[in-house]
């Protein structure tokens, strides 16, 4: 509050009771946290009616876009300024009032955009990934990656009937899930996960445990989600095969799970006595790929894409210089980080990073 007070109020030509009037607003939807812990008993995961908390998520999406905004205007003073001290001429299109104004209503505008983007059904993206080991059985073979649902306060039962849905109507050869399924625990959700147990493809559906999982009940869920027919991979590993043609898809435990006490993610456990051939590892967090022999590609999710375009260098850097998209890491290895498929409950706002459900296709270097 104290950068918007100065970057933005100070210097207005505006009456101080204005002045006063917008401090007061803008203090007010910055406190977003504290409302959702004092009236939904909990500042991250909020037990509060769905319609309350999208106007929430709006209001605090005008505070968050308009310091993003801000934070622009001030860099561009400062080059102008310089730009000025060298002796270059700088011609200013509009006054510093006039830029603000615009400043604050696209924070406006863009505000619910974000939140109905970050709601909405995802739209399917289609990648197709060459592996240099792939056997030419499974060439064209297709996998649905999903990741980070986060089913719970704000995306419920109907929104993942609607992923499901759209995915099974995709007809894949194989469904992958790569963490953050929900955002609650198992008794509080059972009857809003339960079209989980409906996504279907042609060798199954699997999945590894994200750090939200831990933070609701971590192993209740992984034998709550292998009892409805997904295949928890927790530092395990499953093998497809094609004739003679093999395709190994491991999976690790969480990074979170240490944090209580549960062994965490083991990638040569995962790959124990697995036979020769490509290997996809599913890992909610990008992180660590680097550290890692014998992988052919990683799926992963968790950094939503860093939800807001211009915060992806940022969130990358917190993530292993990974944020969205597909990176070839070494000679063998790639990685494919999706934006992720729904949301964090108490990050309602997708700018520029649109949420999919991701169709990877495979490709054999020989066909």
């Not at 106007?55 to 934070?71: D, K, M, P, R, W």
């Not at 999945?207 to 928890?232: D, K, L, P, T």
């Not at 660590?288 to 940022?314: K, M």
Request: net charge neutral.
């Amino acid at each position: 509050m104290v950068y918007l007070s100065i970057s933005l109020l100070w210097r207005m030509p505006i009456a101080r009771s204005k002045k006063i009037l917008l401090f007061v607003f803008f203090l007010l939807i910055s406190q977003k946290f504290t409302f959702y812990q004092l009236f939904g008993t909990g500042a991250f995961n909020p037990s509060l009616p769905a319609l309350a908390m999208m106007v929430g998520e709006a209001l605090y999406n005008i505070f968050l876009l308009l310091i993003c905004f801000l934070v622009f205007k001030d860099v561009l003073w400062c080059v102008g300024k310089g730009a000025e001290k060298l002796g270059l001429k700088v011609a200013w299109p509009m006054s510093s009032m006039q830029f603000k104004i615009c400043l604050i209503a696209a924070s406006v505008i863009l505000a619910p955009w974000g939140v109905y983007s970050a709601l909405k059904v995802p739209d399917v993206k289609t990648i197709e990934v060459r592996l240099q080991n792939l056997d030419p059985a499974f060439d064209g073979y297709r996998i649905v990656q999903l990741t980070d649902l986060h089913i719970g306060q704000l995306l419920k039962r109907p929104w993942l009937e609607s992923v499901v849905d759209k995915t099974n109507a995709l007809d894949a050869d194989l469904v992958l899930i790569t963490g953050d399924m929900v955002e609650g625990g198992v008794q509080k959700l059972a009857n809003e996960v339960e079209p989980y147990a409906r996504l279907s493809a042609k060798d199954g559906v699997m999945a590894v445990s994200g750090n939200h999982e831990h933070y609701h009940g971590g192993g209740g869920w992984v034998r709550h989600f292998n009892s409805i027919g997904i295949a928890m991979l927790e530092n395990e590993h499953r093998v497809i095969r094609k004739g003679e043609a093999s395709l190994v898809i491991a999976g690790t435990v969480d990074r979170a799970a240490k944090r209580f006490g549960e062994p965490g993610p083991n990638a040569n456990e995962a790959l124990a006595q697995a036979p020769n051939g490509p290997v996809i590892l599913l890992a909610h967090q990008p992180k660590g790929i680097d550290e890692l022999d014998g992988i052919d590609l990683q799926l992963s999710g968790h950094t939503h894409g860093g939800l807001i375009a211009w915060v992806q260098p940022l969130v990358a850097f917190f993530n292993g210089g990974y944020v969205e998209g597909l990176y070839r890491v070494n000679d063998r290895a790639q990685l494919y980080v999706s934006p992720g498929t729904g949301l964090w409950t108490s990050m309602a706002c997708r700018v520029g990073v649109p949420s999919e459900i991701t169709q990877i296709v495979l490709r054999a270097s020989n066909p």
